[in-house]
Every structure is written in C-alpha cells, then in structure tokens.
C-alpha cells in the first residue's frame, strides 16, 4: 500500500479538523491547484476559503465525493445485533466513519460465508508511530469479531519506487521491523498472514497483479492519483499490485486453488480513508474479472503534535509519538508539543473552557480513552473550564504512557521466529476454514 | 519480450526491403501520423513518399536514427579473428546488419571475461513461423561460438496485458509450446535457462525490475513506444520487466549472489531491431544503476510469402511457413502464395531476367541456404533470365522442405521432461563459469 494507514499522511482527527501538512506548504498546494479539497494517496489537502484561510479535510463531502456512504447508527446497531460486540470507540466516535458494502460483509458473517481482512502499510521507515498503529488496532478489533483471516500487504516495492531516497535494501530491513511491530499490535499468528511485494511478488499474486493492471489506463491513474508524465512507470502500476491482494486467488496457501468459489470470497479494507482511490478503482474492475468487490471501511487520521495544520513525520520527532519512545519521552512530547485548544492563562481558561475541537490531547484521548463516560467527563470538565490544560494533558500522557508500554511489552515478544511465523505461506486456522490445516 | 524476434510482426528482409503492414493499413498509418518512418517494438512503418508510394523500411537510416552502428566488414574480420569462427551467413548477408558494442563483448571473449546471450519470445500463439526461428537460430550460433550461458525470456505477461483477446491461460499454454519449439532450434541444456515472466517474476528479477522502473518516466515511454493515455499501466511497466534480464543479479541461480562481480558481468541481445527502444532505454540507465551496459546486435525481419508490403502472421496460415508445416504445405505455399520477382512470361524473364529484391523464394534463400557461391549463382542466373520463376521456387521449396524437417525432427525429441530441464533454475555449465555446477 501507500499505505493503508497513517504513513506520513496528513492525519486530521474527525470531520472538521484541519488536515496536518505544514500551513505554508499547503497554502502552496492550495492556491496552486485549486481551492477544492484534494484527497489521493499522496496528497490531502481541505483545500483554502476566499479570504485565503486553510479549510480543515471536510469528510462529510469527501464521503459524498467518493461515491462513500456514512456509517450510520442503525448500520452500528446492526453491526452490534450480527456480531454481539460493541462498535469499536473508533466507530462509535466517527473515527472509523464510513464504508462501501459493510453491510455485505455482515451479511455473509451471519449466513457463514467466508470472508477474509486485508489492510496494508508503506514501511517507509523503520520507526512506527501511534498513528501509524491506529488502522491496525481497528483491523485487530475485527478479526477479533469476524475470527476470519487476515493479510497484510507491506508494500516494499512502492516505497522504493516512490522514495528518491529510499534503497530496496533499506525497504527489507523497514519491512521486516515494521512486521514485527505490526505483529506486536496483538493479531492471532493462525489467522494472519503478513507478506512484503518483494517477498511474496509471483504466482498467483502476480497474474491477479497484471490481470489488474490490464484493466488500469495510465488516464485514469492520472486523474485519480493526481500522476503525470514525469512520475515513473513504477509509480503508475502499482495501483494494480495494491488491488491484486484483494482477490482471494492471490492467496492459493490461504483460500485454496483458484476456483469459481475462491473467486467468490470477498474482502473487508480497513483503512484510512486516502487509500480509497485505490479500492475505488478495484472494485470498478472486480466484477468484470469475476470477482467479488472488496468492502471497504474508512478511517479518518491522527492529528500530529502540533494539532490542526501541522504535519505528522516519522522523520520529525517532535511531531509524533513513537512506539519507541520512553514515558518521560512521552510526557516531554506532549508537555512542550501538544497542542492546546486551552486559553492563555489559568484564569480565562476558567471563564471560557477550552476548545476539544482544537486540542491534541483531548482528540488523542478520542483515539485511545476506551470509557466513553469518562471521554464525557473530560470533554463536559475541559469545555467548562472546570480542567486546566496541564491537567487533560496529565491525563492524555497517561493514557499514551499505558498504551506505549503494553505495546512496547508485548513488541519485546516479537522475536525472529515469531516473525517468520507470520509471513511462512502456512494453511490458516479460521471459522468456517474450507482448508484446516490438519487436511 | 514483446518479441525480440519475428511475432507478428513487419518483416522486411534487407535494407530496402518494404515493411510487412498490409498495404493499406500501412498507408493509413503513414497518413494519420507522419511521412517518416516509425520503428517502435508495436509499430513498423516504412512511410511514404510524396506520392502516396509507400517506402520500404531504410534500415541504414533506422541505424543512424537509433544511434546504432552498422556492422562493418572490419568487425566481421575481428569477429571471425577473435573467435575462430566464419561469421554467420546473416552477418555476412547483412540480416544481422546492426549493433551497439558489440566490440565490447568481443574484448571480453578474447580476455576471457564472462558475459552472457539474453534473448526473448512474445508468446502470442502455440504455432511458430520459420520468421520466428531466426533469431533463435542466429542465438544458437552465438552461443555455439562463445559457449556462454543464454537466457531466453518468454513475456507471457506483455502479450496478456498487449493483447485484447489473449487469457493469462493461453500465455501458459503458448509459453510451454514455444519453449519446446525455442529448445528444438538445437540450444545446449547444460547453457540455457529458459523462463516465462509469469513463472519468474518476484526474487531478484522483480527488485531488478522495479530498479530500473523508477528511472523510466511515463513521458519517456510515450515517446519511445508510441503509448497514449490509453494504453493501460502494464504495457508501460513492461519496459522494465524486459530489461531487468539484461543484469547478472537477476539470476543468482546462474552467476551467484548480488555482488559488484555479478553486477560488472554484462549480456549481448541478439534482437530484431525493433526491440531495440527497449534496450536503449536499458543502457541509458545501466550504469547509473551500477550494470554494466548491455551489447545488442540487430537484426532485419523476414518477409511475409506476400513479400514486400505484406504482413506475415501466426493468424493467417497463407502468409508464413510454420515450423508444423508438411512437406507439402511448404510446396504448396512457396507455389501458390510466395510474391515473384520474375517477369510474366517464360520469354520475359528470359530477356529481362527476375528482380532478386522483390523475390520472396531468393529472399528466403539467402535466409536458409548456407552456400555463398551457390546463392550468387541463383543471383547471377535468376537476374540474367538463365533461371525460371519455377526453378527458384523448387529451390527455396527445397531448402524450406529440409529446414523444417530438420527441425521437426529434433522437436519430437523436446519431451516435457527435457522443457523442464531448460526451465530449472539450475547451475549451468561454460566456459570460465564461476559457480560450476560441482561446486
């Protein structure tokens, strides 16, 4: 993938936010191309108003834009009533926002039919941080539900190819690392299979990759992709090796040979919602070549440090948290970089509350606080101005420390072996398997 | 490869020879885009002149466009000083007519340093003509001559993502047949790996390809092969894929592992020159990645029965010898359907003699028939009027008659059993190899 999550994308936390590249670069962006919001795998952008003012991702349009639907209450009802288990928090607050056929999936869940997960990551660097583990935790949560398969794409070849700095060697060593913190994000090794392109490139993958790119004008890249000529050849294919995963053919150790009832098991996307010009195109294609469209289900992003406007980076530190960082490294982040939707001073803060909207360390507790009476409490508290900033931001450190430490215990876990478990071509364990593994 | 050698397309069969469009396709063609001629691997034009005539393709004009160099009499004599062998007849015929240093290779053979053959098939149908045997049979001769290792690409991928009626299916099917017809023209086991994309792709093969991926833009390849942004993302990434052979690391198997050793080992294609936007694009970029360049040397097409103006196709049974052609169907195609150069009457030619240029049966001659003297002889009697139209015929009949007899002969003997040994990705045994096999 370019990345089915966080990369170095903009991350935005819910509709209404800011998208995060720097203000200047993307009034640039803005006032260069359009003042519309502009959303591809590679470039987010809210787009600027008249008076030259940066618009937050507006996400409602984009859902529109996209041909997407919104996940309703009664979709999230039902997803309880089939599944028996509470919507993930990122669905209940419009973090995991909208989808395309969920409903088909859920669907198939109740009847018994298979169906399997596929999400991805751009290993781009060896240093993952929290925002990059988000569509992770939520693919987590799924397969927890569906107790169905699981693959994930590490898509070593685009990053070479995208990268001018990036070295094919340096994509294997970020591939193989980036596995293992995928790994320690907690998914079941007998459902799961992770694979990198330079690894797992051939086969059956490779034909679904060129009957694919068959299909795929260099035109309609272009246009949806925001492509021209002077991108590489590279560049323009790989729209077709990101789709390829989403056919149940591809996986012939997984699903079987390839068969009219292979074919016909379709796939569930998590993933942030810039990948979707990808699966859009995918499944405009899937039925002509006689197979199943992909679900798909879009997550917004992370906002950066720095909140709305600014730009998370794997190669800035003080924009992100590190899955790597240590609590005090934590606490100095969020002390000196978070951004405050706070006033000045303790006094106004009392009078006038603060801003959630505008606060990093309340929109990261949206992301990470599972008790949603508490979320109240702290939202209720900090808008009244009952909570200091210093206060939310002890909470939100907390909360962050917690979740870095259980992540960082069970990463020392993920030890070679662990690793290769998961990307062996192994026969998987999963509901309704048509090839358990002791046939 | 989309071919290096005959497919479908144009032959023609010596400088000044017309290319094998149909007449009025051609003409078509020449009139939509321009009055030059065009060579690109999907498209040969001769053009035409102010007239609306249309031009047979000017070779030695296409060499100096491509900035190839035309082999000259002096390279021929260090040729046969180098090796100890006579140039092939279609060096010395001017059908292998062209190259880029290839007095490169010929430094490395008389040092003794390794280098290898890299040669390639479109398999775009299980039926191969005596056009497509040419180069093969101009490979064998080099690698009789050098006893170097030979890689044989089938690009079951391109003709798939090419062709608008050919499955992923039919290219397996085609690849497997046209391997045993390729192992048939007499090439050594113990020398030879032959390989389809589709089996192949992924390993060092595929990093290699991406590698020279990400240095071809879009606008280069529009420019080169004539795409528009209606061509599909495939055919533009094939450029890479049909270079990525021309680099030793793409075959660990056969020169060992990645190292600068390997990487310093170039290759020499022997190609129709109609493959050649390919490897240009391959030298410009080889040494920026750290390859050596690859040599070439081209060749002419052979023409269609139809003769000058005419197109020969595997689709179209009248227009070409097969390789599974009777001795009587080669009879009866030669008489019937092959374009003359003599005059209409028996008194005619007597007087005025036969047109050796125009006349498809000597055209096939000096392609088929070893003996210089005695193909100045059938010049020098055909053009004086000595001969009949009838009597070249039963000569080119003949020869024909025996080539594919010949080669029948050894192809009932290319067992699946000996395909599989060409297609092991084994060790292989020549001179000065690195890595024998009894390593």
């Known amino acids: 993938m370019a990345s089915h999550g966080q990369k170095g994308l903009p991350p935005a936390d819910e509709p209404g936010q800011p998208p995060n590249l720097t203000t200047s670069a993307l009034a640039d962006k803005a006032h260069a191309m359009s003042l519309e919001q502009k959303i591809t795998p590679f470039e987010v952008s809210g787009g600027v108003d008249e008076s030259g003012k940066l618009l937050p991702v507006d996400y409602e349009k984009l859902t529109r834009q996209f041909g997407a639907t919104q996940i309703?209450?009664?979709?999230?009802?039902?997803?309880e009533k089939v599944t028996g288990k509470k919507p993930h928090r990122f669905m209940r607050r419009g973090i995991v926002f909208s989808h395309r056929d969920l409903d088909k999936i859920l669907d198939r869940y109740e009847k018994g039919e298979p169906f399997y997960l596929y999400t991805g990551r751009g290993p781009s660097s060896d240093s993952m941080h929290v925002g990059h583990s988000i569509p992770f935790e939520f693919t987590k949560f799924l397969q927890d539900t569906f107790e169905c398969p699981l693959?994930?794409?590490?898509?070593?070849d685009e990053k070479f190819m995208h990268s001018e700095k990036i070295t094919i060697d340096d994509t294997g060593r970020f591939s193989r690392e980036n596995a293992k913190d995928i790994i320690a994000i907690g998914f079941d090794p007998a459902k799961t299979f992770i694979f990198s392109d330079y690894d797992y490139m051939g086969g059956p993958f490779y034909k679904n990759v060129t009957a694919m790119a068959k299909r795929i004008t260099m035109n309609q890249i272009e246009g949806t992709f925001?492509?021209?000529g002077s991108?590489?050849?590279?560049?323009?294919?790989?729209?077709?090796?990101?789709?390829?995963?989403?056919?149940?053919t591809s996986f012939p150790h997984i699903f079987g040979e390839n068969t009219n009832k292979v074919r016909s098991i379709p796939c569930?996307?998590?993933?942030a919602i810039d990948q979707d010009p990808y699966f859009r195109q995918c499944r405009d294609n899937a039925e002509k070549m006689k197979f199943?469209?992909?679900?798909i289900i879009h997550s917004v992003f992370l906002p950066a440090l720095q909140g709305p406007g600014s730009k998370m980076s794997s190669s800035v530190d003080s924009s992100a948290i590190f899955l790597t960082d240590t609590p005090n490294q934590i606490k100095n982040k969020i002390n000196r970089y978070a951004f405050s939707g706070g006033q000045d001073t303790a006094e106004k803060q009392r009078e006038l509350g603060g801003d959630t909207k505008q606060d990093v360390p309340f929109q990261y507790l949206t992301f990470f606080l599972e008790d949603d009476d508490e979320l109240a409490r702290i939202k209720k508290a900090y808008e009244s101005g009952e909570m200091m900033t210093g206060e939310i931001k002890q909470i939100c450190i907390k909360h962050l420390q917690e979740y870095v430490a259980t992540f960082q215990a069970r990463r020392k876990e993920v030890t070679e072996a662990v690793r290769e478990n998961f990307v062996e071509r192994k026969k998987l364990e999963y509901k309704g398997n048509p090839n358990p593994k002791t046939a």
């Open 72 to 79: 309703s209450p009664q979709l999230l009802e039902r997803f």
């Open 151 to 156: 693959v994930i794409q590490l898509t070593d």
């Open 226 to 228: 925001g492509f021209n």
């Open 231 to 248: 991108n590489n050849v590279g560049e323009f294919f790989f729209c077709a090796i990101q789709s390829a995963p989403a056919f149940a």
């Open 268 to 271: 569930l996307i998590p993933c």
């Open 292 to 295: 199943k469209k992909p679900s």
